[in-house]
Nanobody, 127 residues
Framework: VQLQASGGGLVQAGGSLMLSCAASGRTFKTYIMGWFRQAPGKDREFVAAIKRGGEHTYYADSVKGRFTISRDNAWNTVSLQMSSLKPEDTAVYYC?????????????????????WGQGTLVTVSS
């Protein structure tokens, strides 16, 4: 599967932004989808994940209550609605797809569990 992330940009602190990730292929609904981010000089970190049917989601503590992940299996897309953005949310955001991930927090948050990655989209939050 090929993933294409979009929607990044410059936003003021407290603002909102929606990221989208379009996937190719007919097997999108068989993948657990995740969002990760990497800030300058830092390791890539987990943001959110959503189960194959969209019935369950999981978030990093740092974004819980501010970010919402959703998916549309009919359109092969996964989105990340980000609200109450903070300067520390500044990062390149990546969408990822995993075929055989066990639905468990520590596993979902591990980047090597995911098989496919998008190219990333930059989000900059100004103070």
């Amino acid at each position: 599967v090929q993933l294409q992330a979009s929607g990044g940009g410059l936003v003021q602190a407290g603002g909102s932004l929606m990221l989208s990730c379009a996937a190719s292929g007919r097997t999108f609904k068989t993948y657990i989808m995740g969002w990760f981010r990497q800030a300058p000089g830092k390791d890539r970190e987990f943001v959110a994940a959503i189960k194959r049917g969209g019935e369950h989601t999981y978030y990093a503590d740092s974004v819980k209550g501010r970010f919402t992940i959703s998916r549309d299996n009919a359109w092969n897309t996964v989105s990340l609605q980000m609200s109450s953005l903070k300067p520390e949310d500044t990062a390149v955001y990546y969408c990822a797809a995993g075929a055989r991930i066990i639905w468990s927090g520590p596993i979902l948050a591990t980047d090597y569990q995911y098989d496919y990655w998008g190219q990333g989209t930059l989000v900059t939050v100004s103070s």
